[in-house]
């Protein structure tokens, strides 16, 4: 029996039909490899070199083209017009060429040489003249207009791991939003919309859209982010989590996505690794590329508080070439956009954190402290914030890449790309705050919780966030016939900022001091019943009510607002190489080196204020008094809650906190100025070097690919330690801590190739993930109490999370009809480290003499298995079908007893899907886009009770998307799309895994998005 009507999550529920439905969708995927007749277009290609032809054909006929630049550099096309078919047009063009094409796609196509036994679809290619192996490119669509029907590409990359790839097309198709949106296509990937080390919780998901990537069930900290194949600066203040959901779609080539990690690659992503690559310059027409794009964006959720909700942006691309062979390239890509959304939230988990707002709703005794069943099940809100999130996201940056080939096999290159992202974020919330609860006997063994009175409140916040990423990359790529060297440079830097956070509040009962003798709201019996989907309904009076609707008359202003401010940032420098050499015979030996340093900083700083009403000398001051309220929203949260909300004018807000602060509203962490100053600051390096070295050994169809890589990692760590003697504070000082991690990385990968395109890949291969600066030397705390000193501090001698892992994948070409990947996958974890946000991992004591140690722990052994379902499909004439599918399971010992020793992973459902439906015509192109996830656990003991009940979990969640395109000219489209058509809420999060008692709520609506782009 779930307590006082509140949905019972374990009864019967949607999420089995979806479940349902997709399997039959995959039935269908599998059982109908229909490839229609393809659609005739004109071409008019001169003759040229053959690489410049292929790219002119690509254009012209919309479709992405992957070959080798070693395969066609030399070779001349003698030309291609008339009406032909996009694959004709290319066979033509590659006419006595000894290559051969093949399509792999709605719009993607891959160039191979004439094989005595064919290769896999979108494998290596075989130049005439070496015969030898080389790494395929891709080429972007020139015109990069049409939409293709989802799906990723798949290609191979050293050792024969397969290497998942989503071109720009699919990108720019979510113009206006960002980046992260279409790796859901990515088999064993999971977007989420918050996370819990920065701007995260319900205040992070009220922005309404997609922050970190989750991936093959681990948490966004344990996968690597590259930009164009080097690390990307970690600058998160509590986590090496990097929030890649800044990234707009504009100014990549493509995203790829390495499920194992061979010899070559950095050893520290247990998870996956991807590579945010940007265009080679070399890949556009040699007569030059020009884009311009204009956008316009507008917010459902934004329109139905009273607000425009519109937004828009502009893109700029450029391609040149220049000299008197066209050896210098250059491309340039500029962006300006603006996002402004007003978003609902609920925040029951807020108010069962902040303010204790939750019991047991029936008890065995009138303490309410047992509960009378199962306690996740019995769990009741006894208070609640809801309201409205507001802001606006200002995005610029660009990409700028150069490229020099001076002659065969030598191309010089820069690549520099950066973007500033600002988000000013306001909330007002209606606040519920339990003043008095008891609980009633009902019969002789049960008692019923009973609110008997609350604090009606306002609450307004603001989240201030400016992230700055900048990468920059230039190196030297070497080849000949048996021999190719790769020598680079590389620097990047990040910085999450939260600039000025500011709070204040006002309420019925303000007593401080100058106000007195403010009663709560008087209630009894239930505060909150639920409707039937689990939202939680107010049973207000008609005071509680007018406190609400009036709130800027009735209710007394409390502080003169509460600054916080903060800055993490991290720069990474460094270098290396790698080399590959093909003696005869066969084999293959790759090795290399990389050194890279990086520095860090994180600084903290709080300001409180006095009370206005004793900064002004008078009670019953009210935010109208102070001319502070510049308009209401017309409801709470629209279709539930239909009273107004007032609309706190934030500029007015910052001028009187900035008159009222004084020295003594400096309060970091105590009294005195240095330890405020310094208390929550903290600065670092890491040093890292590593060595690699891989054999390629061919055995028949079969090729054994065993490596090594060795890692040596120094982190050096400057923290605060403050002193608390028997409760009176000390200054404190600068104390340093130092970790080095030394880690052996073997790998085993066996590839065999089929006569028939068909490929297997097996593989097993050691990771690790570094624990985050946060948990190593998060500062210190000494205080002495009755003889017994505590400290409080990171844990310098904490193991990095290790993890043996095992992948097999069975990559099948459907002759023209497309292909799929198979795949099976696990993952052995030691001495795991779960997200613990902003504090400590199993802050565990230890006594050694008379010092008590408060310090974090790793914890146990863990596993992951899964199986993953990808490929694209063609069905009837112009239609294709793509699907993404995952089925994972993961158990882990957290190191705590009474967290749990058994526990799923955080933030990994237990399936995920994606799927695609695409029609490809000569002037419109769409696709409908259909995304689902299970449920799946966020956090361990959110009420922070240290019970394993207590979890946070979120609901299974559904969202379905249009985009298109209409070609209006050779030259102009226009680009359209709609986001979450069902309008399903986009975040809904409740502790307990059975009930829906305690819930975050957001509810973002719709995004239209409208786009003119015109190339030439």
Not at 204 to 231: Q, T
Not at 815 to 833: C, E, N, P, T, V
Request: charged share 20%.
């Amino acid at each position: 029996m779930a307590a006082i009507g509140v949905p019972d999550m374990r009864q019967p529920n949607r999420s089995r039909w979806r479940a349902g439905i997709a399997a039959v969708i995959v039935l269908l995927f599998l059982a109908v490899p229909v490839h229609g007749q393809a659609q005739a277009l004109h071409f008019d290609v001169p003759r040229q070199p053959l690489g410049d032809a292929l790219n002119a054909i690509a254009e012209q006929s919309h479709t992405q083209l992957l070959f080798s630049p070693d395969a066609v550099r030399g070779r001349v096309s003698e030309g291609v017009r008339g009406q032909l078919t996009a694959e004709a047009a290319f066979k033509k063009g590659l006419a006595h060429s000894g290559l051969c094409v093949r399509r792999v796609s709605a719009h993607t196509f891959v160039i191979y040489a004439e094989p005595t036994a064919a290769l896999p679809i979108a494998d290596r290619v075989k130049p005439i003249a070496e015969g030898k192996p080389v790494e395929v490119v891709v080429t972007a669509r020139r015109q990069l207009l049409s939409v293709d029907g989802g799906g990723t590409v798949i290609h191979y990359g050293k050792a024969g791991a397969p290497v998942a790839e989503i071109g720009r097309d699919v990108l720019l198709s979510k113009q206006g939003g960002n980046a992260l949106d279409s790796l859901s296509l990515f088999s064993g990937v999971h977007i989420l919309n918050t996370g819990s080390s920065f701007i995260g919780g319900v205040d992070g998901a009220s922005r309404g859209e997609g922050m970190y990537v989750a991936a093959r069930g681990l948490n966004a900290e344990y996968s690597l982010n590259l930009s164009d194949g080097v690390p990307i600066a970690q600058g998160m203040p509590y986590s090496r989590a990097m929030q890649m959901g800044v990234l707009p779609p504009e100014g990549l080539q493509a995203v790829s996505l390495y499920r194992a990690n061979t010899a070559d690659m950095a050893g520290d992503a247990i998870g996956v690794t991807l590579d945010w690559r940007t265009p080679n310059p070399f890949d556009f027409p040699a007569n030059g590329y020009t884009r311009l794009q204009v956008l316009s964006t507008t917010e459902s959720r934004a329109r139905d508080y009273g607000l425009t909700g519109l937004g828009g942006g502009v893109t700029f691309e450029l391609a040149r070439r220049w000299g008197r062979q066209k050896d210098i390239a250059v491309y340039l890509s500029l962006y300006s956009d603006r996002r402004l959304f007003a978003n609902s939230e609920i925040g029951g988990i807020m108010a069962a954190q902040n303010d204790h707002a939750w019991a047991f709703g029936l008890a065995t005794s009138a303490t309410g402290t047992e509960p009378a069943h199962d306690a996740d099940t019995n769990l009741a809100l006894t208070g609640l914030n809801f309201g409205v999130s507001e802001g606006t996201t200002r995005r610029t940056g660009g990409v700028f890449n150069i490229d020099w080939r001076p002659v065969d096999g030598l191309d010089a290159y820069l690549r520099l790309n950066m973007i500033k992202a600002h988000t000013e974020q306001a909330s007002t919330l209606d606040q519920i705050v339990p003043t008095a609860v008891s609980w009633r006997k009902t019969d002789a063994d049960t008692y019923r919780l009973s609110v008997d009175s609350v604090s009606t409140r306002v609450w307004y916040e603001t989240n201030p966030e400016t992230i700055k990423l900048a990468n920059v990359k230039t190196g030297v790529d070497l080849k000949t016939e048996a021999f190719s060297l790769s020598a680079y440079l590389f620097a990047s830097h990040s910085g999450f900022d939260r600039p000025d956070h500011l709070e204040t509040s006002i309420r019925v009962d303000e007593n401080d001091g100058v106000n007195a003798g403010n009663a709560p709201r008087p209630l009894g019996g239930d505060l909150i019943r639920y409707s039937q989907s689990g939202r939680p309904l107010l049973n207000l009076t008609p005071d509680m009510l007018a406190d609400f609707d009036q709130a800027d008359t009735r209710l007394l202003a409390r502080r003169a607002g509460q600054l916080t401010a903060q800055t993490s940032e991290q720069t990474r420098a460094g270098g290396g190489f790698d080399a590959h050499w093909r003696p005869a015979g066969g084999l293959m030996l790759d090795w290399g080196a990389r050194v890279t340093d990086s520095w860090r900083s994180m600084t903290y700083r709080d300001w409180r204020n006095d009370y206005f009403s004793a900064l002004m000398g008078r009670a019953g001051v009210t935010w109208s008094d102070l001319g502070l309220v510049k308009g209401t929203y017309s409801q709470a949260v629209p279709g539930l809650y239909d009273w107004r909300l007032p609309r706190v004018d934030n500029q007015h807000l910052e001028a009187l906190f900035d008159h009222y602060k004084t020295d003594a509203s400096f309060d970091t962490c105590g009294a005195l100025f240095i330890n405020n100053d310094n208390c929550a600051n903290q600065s670092g390096s890491e040093q890292s070097l590593a060595a690699y070295a891989a054999l390629h050994i061919p055995l028949g169809k079969w090729t054994l690919s065993p490596g090594w890589r060795q890692e040596l990692t120094t982190i050096r760590n400057t923290y605060w330690f403050l002193p608390m003697d028997t409760g009176n504070e000390q200054p404190g000082e600068w104390q340093n801590s130092e970790t080095s991690y030394n880690e052996g990385l073997p790998s085993l990968f066996a590839t065999w190739r089929g006569d028939d395109g068909m490929a297997l890949s097996l593989g097993v291969w050691r990771a690790y993930s570094r624990p985050s600066f946060q948990q190593l030397a998060g500062g210190a705390k000494a205080t002495a109490t009755g003889g017994v000193i505590t400290i409080e501090s990171g844990n310098p001698k904490l193991k990095p999370v290790t993890a043996t892992n095992a992948d097999i994948s069975l990559v099948w070409p459907l002759a023209h009809s497309g292909q799929i990947r198979l795949a099976a996958f696990g993952k052995g974890l030691k001495d795991y480290l779960y997200d613990a946000g902003t504090g400590f991992v199993n802050a565990s004591s230890s006594d050694a003499d008379a010092i008590r140690y408060v310090i974090p722990h790793n914890g146990g052994r863990g596993s992951v298995v899964g199986l993953e379902l990808e490929g694209q499909v063609f069905l009837y004439r112009h239609f294709s079908l793509s699907t993404a599918l995952t089925r994972q399971w993961t158990d882990v010992d957290t190191g705590s007893a009474a967290v749990g020793r058994h526990k799923p992973l955080q933030n990994a459902p237990g399936f995920i899907a994606n799927l695609g439906l695409g029609y490809a015509g000569q002037t419109l192109s769409a696709t409908l886009n259909y995304r689902f996830s299970s449920a799946y656990l966020a956090s361990y003991d959110v009420l922070y009770i240290q019970s394993s009940w207590d979890d946070q979990w979120v609901r299974p969640s559904q969202r379905l998307d249009v985009n298109g395109s209409w070609s209006l000219t050779p030259h102009a489209r226009v680009r359209f799309g709609v986001d979450n058509l069902l309008n399903e809420v986009s975040y809904w999060t409740h502790v307990g895994k059975h009930s829906l008692a305690v819930s975050d709520i957001v509810d973002s609506g719709q995004t239209y998005r409208l786009s003119f782009d015109y190339s030439f």
